[in-house]
């Protein structure tokens, strides 16, 4: 489900319209995340890696209404429920786009993600949908860290759709810490965002 946002009542009214002139109105953050207690609470309840700080991040971005706004034509909507779209890596080392629905019960966000999962490891195609909006692009990069990052976008005045994306974990002072670089548009999200966001992805992992 969606609703439009009465832009005449939105108090980012002017942000919104000052932003959509831009050429190109997105900007990229690396932050960096501490894994140490949720890496030692997945191995002791054998828990699948991946999917259990996927669901993390998705269950966050469902807190933070701001990261469920799209543009859409000329409107700004609110999504009430948003997927993960991660890229799989496949065995010949190309990789396919994927889709997974957001499930407050965590066994079946992973049931599903795994269905899921295996179908694009299994086939060739590259699985577009870069025409959704009810989405967040999810990409993980376990080769490499980083401290900076860019992604690739198309469609400048139009796509809304945040992108992020998971760096190598490496231990800091006997931490365990990773890094995500977060790409929004600013005529919808603004750094304050991203900062609840990450607190709130932060509280899920130490949890």
Do not use: W
């Given at each position: 489900?969606?609703?439009?946002?009465?832009?005449?009542l939105w108090k980012r009214r002017e942000h919104f319209l000052f932003f959509r002139r831009f050429d190109d109105p997105f900007?990229?953050?690396?932050?960096?995340?501490?894994?140490?207690?949720?890496?030692?609470?997945?191995?002791?309840?054998?828990?699948?890696?991946?999917?259990?700080?996927?669901?993390?991040?998705?269950?966050?971005?469902?807190?933070?209404?701001?990261?469920?706004?799209?543009?859409?034509?000329?409107?700004?909507?609110?999504?009430?429920?948003?997927?993960?779209?991660?890229?799989?890596?496949?065995?010949?080392?190309?990789?396919?786009?994927?889709?997974?629905?957001?499930?407050?019960?965590?066994?079946?966000?992973?049931?599903?993600?795994?269905?899921?999962?295996?179908?694009?490891?299994?086939?060739?195609?590259?699985?577009d949908d870069s025409g959704e909006l009810d989405v967040v692009y999810y990409s993980t990069v376990p080769w490499f860290s980083?401290?900076?990052l860019t992604q690739p976008r198309m469609n400048l005045k139009t796509d809304s759709v945040p992108k992020i994306v998971f760096?190598?974990?490496?231990?800091?002072?006997?931490?365990?810490?990773?890094?995500?670089?977060?790409?929004?548009?600013?005529?919808?999200?603004?750094?304050?965002?991203?900062?609840?966001?990450?607190?709130?992805?932060?509280?899920?992992?130490?949890?």
């Open positions: 489900m969606k609703k439009i946002i009465d832009l005449d900007y990229d953050v690396t932050v960096r995340f501490d894994m140490t207690s949720f890496s030692q609470k997945i191995k002791e309840m054998n828990s699948p890696f991946f999917l259990s700080y996927l669901y993390a991040s998705l269950k966050a971005v469902h807190q933070i209404p701001a990261f469920r706004l799209r543009i859409e034509k000329d409107d700004v909507v609110e999504f009430d429920r948003v997927a993960a779209g991660p890229a799989i890596e496949r065995p010949d080392g190309t990789f396919g786009f994927s889709r997974i629905s957001y499930d407050e019960d965590f066994e079946t966000f992973c049931n599903e993600a795994r269905d899921v999962m295996e179908t694009v490891k299994n086939s060739s195609e590259l699985h980083f401290t900076g760096g190598r974990i490496e231990e800091l002072n006997g931490r365990l810490f990773m890094p995500a670089g977060i790409q929004v548009n600013h005529a919808l999200i603004d750094g304050r965002d991203i900062a609840d966001y990450c607190k709130v992805f932060q509280k899920l992992l130490d949890r």
